[in-house]
């Protein structure tokens, strides 16, 4: 039972590059979610999904978008990446939105 | 706007000592907080307090919500070095099931 799995966990992108981040679930989970986390700040919500298809905004969306065709997968895309978006995103999900979330190993994204 | 804020953001204590991490809340639409503790990488989940169960305990670990109060402690009791990590609050809102982060209290255990 891998849980919550991320993928690049690293990557260097050049300003203005694009990217995509991968987070699959294998636990039949309802709700996910990226965040980003910053020193001394916490965990940041981006967009959450409440099923396969939905997306919503969170608390710091800008620059950002995503999708959830499956309901295993939640893609969270860079369009033109800055460096103010360096920062460490954890993507996690949970069965009912309760925020018990298992959250995934995380990807550490620099921006120069 | 709602926000969580956590106290202190670092502790250094001695193995074997007790810790209590405070937690403080003010949102419009509370449905439950939540403690996890995050070491090298992912955040982990410890517990979950709401207005029906204000006390939660594990082993050591023990949390108490004060609803009057809008905010809640972790306690450590007999702290070993593998207790060293940050350690996070949360609270998750009623309205849209969103949650709201502290900054986190980074704990270190010394030998």
């Known amino acids: 039972n891998a849980g919550v799995t991320q993928t690049p966990k690293f990557r260097v992108l050049k300003t203005g590059q694009s990217m995509t981040l991968l987070c699959a679930q294998d636990?039949?989970?309802?709700?996910m979610y990226w965040y980003r986390q910053d020193p001394g700040m916490g965990l940041r919500l981006i967009h959450y999904s409440v099923g396969e298809g939905t997306t919503a905004k969170g608390e710091v969306p800008d620059g950002y978008n995503v999708s959830r065709l499956k309901k295993q997968n939640f893609l969270l895309g860079l369009e033109s990446a800055a460096p103010s978006q360096t920062s460490v995103y954890f993507c996690a999900s949970s069965l009912d939105g309760s925020g018990r979330d298992t959250f995934g190993s995380g990807t550490r994204l620099t921006v120069v | 706007e709602d926000k969580v804020v956590q106290s202190p953001l670092s502790l250094v204590v001695h193995e074997g000592d007790t810790v209590t991490l405070n937690c403080s809340y003010e949102?419009?639409?509370?449905?439950?907080l939540l403690w996890y503790k995050q070491e090298k990488k992912a955040p982990t989940f410890l517990f979950m307090l709401?207005?029906s169960g204000i006390e939660k305990k594990s082993g050591r670990l023990s949390s108490i919500l004060d609803k009057k109060e809008l905010s809640s402690i972790l306690n450590i009791t007999a702290t070993q070095t593998g207790d060293s990590a940050i350690y996070l609050c949360a609270v998750c809102l009623g309205s849209n099931y969103q949650l709201i982060w502290g900054a986190g209290t980074k704990l270190i255990i010394k030998p």
């Open positions: 636990m039949n989970h309802e709700y």
């Open positions: 709401t207005s």
């Open positions: 949102v419009t639409n509370f449905r439950s």
